[in-house]
C-alpha cells in the first residue's frame, strides 16, 4: 500500500526533536535545526579525517564533503569531541585541528571515537581531539536531531572474527540508533557476507542503489552479494527512510556503489586485501582492538596509492547522494 502524503509529512514531522542542550552547534546547524529557518541537513563523520586519511588529503576531502553538501542544498555537519565538548558543525579552524592530528600517525593524538568512547574522551578536557566513528556520529547526530549522515565505508565483522569476536560497534549502533548511513558498504578487508548478516540481526534496513539488488563492496560496486531491497532514487530513499521510522527505532543503511570508472583500480585494491588482513594477522594487528581498521587502510594505501582517491571518489558520491536524500525529505517534512 503506497502511504498517502499527509501520513508521511506527520510521520516525518515527528521525527523532529530539539538537539540535546549538551551540543555545541554552529550557527549554520543551528538555524537548519530551528523550525521557522529549518533546512536539510547531512551529518559527516571525523574518524576518517583523524585516523582515515593521510594529511593534507584528509583536510581537502573534508572540505570538499562539506562543499559538495552545499552544492546540492543541504547544510554539512561535521561531527567531533574537541577540548571536552561535542561540536556538530566545524568550522574551517577546527577541520584543520583535526586534520593534522594525521600529519604524523605513529603520534597521532586524536582519539578514535566510537559510542564507548565518547564519555571518557569529552572528561579529559581541553587539549583533546575525538574523531567520530560511524558509531560516534551516529549517536551525536540523533542528539542533534540530523538524520542523514554521509560516510565512505561501514565498519563491520572482522575476519576472523569466529576467534578475535571483532565487530564494529558501528553495526550494533545501526540496530539502535534511528539515522540513515549513506555509505559505499564496508570494506572488503572485513568479512562482508557475515556483516550483513550482522546487519539483519539487528534489525537494520539496508538499501542499494545498485538497480540489481547487489550490495557495493566500498572500492568496487559488485561484491557478489545481493539484498532484497534496491534503491531508484532520492525520492524512493526518502519515502525508505520515513516509513522506517515510524516507530522503529533501529538505522538504516543505504549504500551506494562507487562509480564504475573505479572499478578496474577496485579490482586491484581486492588483489593487495588478502596481502594487508595476513599482514595484520602475522604481525598481531587483528588482536589490537580499535587499531586494526586504521591499519588495514594505511597498508592498502600502502600497497595500491590510487586507492585514496577511490576513497575520495566514493565519498564525495556518497555525500551527494545523502544531500539529495535530504532535500527530499525536507520537501516531505513541509
Ligand atoms: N571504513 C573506511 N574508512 C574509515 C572507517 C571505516 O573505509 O575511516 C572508520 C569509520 O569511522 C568507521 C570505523 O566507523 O573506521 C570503524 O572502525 P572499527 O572497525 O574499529 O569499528
Ligand atoms: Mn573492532
Redesign the pocket.
Known amino acids: 500500500m503506497v502511504r498517502s502524503s499527509s501520513m508521511l509529512r506527520q510521520a516525518a514531522q515527528s521525527l523532529l526533536r530539539t538537539p540535546h542542550p549538551a551540543l555545541l552547534l554552529s550557527s549554520a546547524v543551528r538555524s537548519a535545526l530551528t523550525p521557522s529557518t529549518k533546512a536539510p541537513l547531512v551529518a559527516l563523520?571525523s574518524?576518517?579525517i583523524t585516523?582515515?586519511l593521510p594529511y593534507p588529503l584528509n583536510l581537502e576531502v573534508a572540505q570538499e564533503l562539506e562543499q559538495t553538501i552545499i552544492d546540492h542544498g543541504a547544510v554539512p555537519a561535521t561531527i567531533a569531541l574537541l577540548d571536552g565538548k561535542p561540536l556538530v558543525g566545524l568550522d574551517q579552524p577546527q577541520l584543520e585541528r583535526l586534520a593534522q592530528c594525521a600529519i604524523d600517525q605513529t603520534k597521532n593524538e586524536a582519539i578514535k571515537a566510537?559510542r564507548r568512547d565518547i564519555a571518557h574522551v569529552l572528561a579529559k578536557g581541553k587539549g583533546t581531539v575525538g574523531g567520530t566513528?560511524?558509531?560516534g556520529t551516529m549517536v551525536l547526530a540523533h542528539m542533534a536531531g540530523i538524520k542523514i549522515f554521509a560516510?565512505?565505508?561501514?565498519?563491520g565483522v572482522h575476519r576472523g572474527a569466529e576467534s578475535t569476536m571483532d565487530v564494529?560497534?558501528?553495526l550494533t549502533e545501526l540496530g539502535r540508533t534511528p539515522v540513515a548511513v549513506f555509505c559505499s558498504g564496508p570494506?572488503s578487508i572485513l568479512d562482508i557476507p557475515r556483516t550483513l548478516e550482522v546487519l539483519e540481526t539487528h534489525g537494520v534496513s539496508v538499501t542499494t542503489f545498485n538497480s540489481t539488488g547487489e550490495f557495493p563492496a566500498?572500492y568496487t560496486s559488485n561484491s557478489g552479494l545481493y539484498v532484497p531491497y534496491a534503491g531508484t532514487d532520492a525520492q524512493a530513499a526518502a519515502s525508505i527512510f520515513v516509513n522506517h521510522q515510524l516507530g522503529l527505532e533501529s538505522g538504516q543503511v543505504f549504500a551506494n556503489p562507487i562509480p564504475s570508472e573505479w572499478n578496474e583500480v577496485g579490482a586491484r585494491i581486492q588483489q593487495s586485501v588478502e596481502q594487508a588482513v595476513r599482514e595484520s594477522v602475522e604481525q598481531g594487528i587483528a588482536k589490537r582492538g580499535?587499531e586494526?581498521?586504521p591499519w588495514l587502510?594505511k597498508r592498502l594505501a600502502e600497497l595500491i596509492p590510487e586507492s585514496k582517491k577511490s576513497?575520495r571518489a566514493l565519498v564525495v558520491n556518497n555525500a551527494k547522494k545523502a544531500a539529495q536524500v535530504a532535500v527530499e525529505l525536507h520537501h516531505i517534512e513541509k
Open positions: 563523520e574518524t576518517i585516523h582515515g566510537s566513528t560511524v558509531s560516510t565512505g565505508g561501514i565498519g564494529s560497534a558501528d570494506k566500498f580499535k586494526v581498521t587502510l576513497n
